[in-house]
């Protein structure tokens, strides 16, 4: 019997729907949907432009009606009356040019402290006479003589 089961069950699946085979090829660069970014050229200049629609609603809260407000506004008006007026004469005054001068502001200012010394001063020597020393020191941008590993 579950033999039997077994293979109802095995026969059943077998005999389903065939997978659904799935796209496996490339789409092109047009296909995207972006376009990378570059807009097709159109021959009419578009504006799109906002379009204001009136709702009217009903409100169940009572509203103040608007009372007329007085707005005063400043329009010029052109006086065709002449008025003589007095107009001062200009004087005009030598001004000499600004010179620099020295101005004193006391910064400090570190100075390096003088000590006598009193020359010639003995130094003890071990030694009466030189030493040679026979391994180059590398002074004077000599490294290139001996590297620093080796």
Known sequence: MKLFIVLVVAIAVASGAPAEESKKDKRGIIEIGHNFHY????LVYEQHHAVPVT?????P????????VHVEKHVPVIVEKKVPVYVEKKVHV????PVPYPVEVSVPVLHKKI??????????VEQARPVVVKDDHYYG???YKKPYWG
């Not at 030598?94 to 040019?97: C, E, K, Q, S, T």
């Not at 000590?115 to 003890?124: F, G, H, L, T």
């Open 61 to 68: 809260v009572a509203v103040k009606v608007p009372y007329p």
């Open 94 to 97: 030598a001004v000499d040019r």
């Open 141 to 143: 941008g000599q490294f």
């Open 55 to 59: 709702v009217e609603k009903h409100v």
């Open 115 to 124: 000590v006598e010394v009193a020359k010639p001063y003995p130094v003890y």
């Open 39 to 42: 807009e097709e050229p159109s």
